[in-house]
């Protein structure tokens, strides 16, 4: 059984760096999608980021253009992070990781339909 928990979370005010981890359990990552989403009260989901695996050494990384810049998602072992920069009053969301077996393709900008497996969510909040 996939188990994804997400930790890194907090307050900041504009300008500051967050980083997010999503530590994953019961299977391993290297041959898989793995993405972060946010979402905002009162909006859909949204993709940010995600990282594709093909467990031959060839890993992708791709970024939402609102993000792009100043996220940037990376993998050490079976956690998936997110480092944020220049965070954004507008980057305030409930931030989710999720997997799934995903064709490169698809990795490159997913939705949220595309995930089986999701963590519990982090929330990160942006001051002005």
């Known amino acids: 059984q996939v188990q994804l928990v997400e930790s890194g979370g907090g307050s900041v005010q504009a300008g500051g760096s967050l980083k997010l981890s999503c530590a994953a359990s019961?299977?391993?990552?290297?041959?898989?999608?793995m993405g972060w989403f946010r979402q905002a009260p009162g909006k859909e989901r949204e993709w940010v980021a995600s990282?594709?695996?093909?467990?031959?050494?060839?890993?992708g990384t791709y970024h939402a253009d609102s993000v792009k810049g100043r996220f940037t998602v990376f993998q050490v072992k079976n956690t998936l992070h997110l480092q944020m920069d220049n965070l954004k009053p507008e980057d305030t969301a409930l931030y989710y990781c999720?997997?799934?077996?995903?064709?490169?393709?698809?990795?490159?900008?997913?939705?949220?339909?595309?995930?089986?497996?999701w963590g519990q969510g982090t929330q990160v909040t942006v001051s002005s």
């Open positions: 999720a997997t799934g077996p995903l064709l490169r393709r698809t990795c490159r900008e997913p939705t949220p339909t595309d995930f089986d497996s």
């Open positions: 019961g299977y391993t990552i290297s041959t898989n999608c």
């Open positions: 990282l594709y695996n093909s467990g031959a050494g060839g890993i």
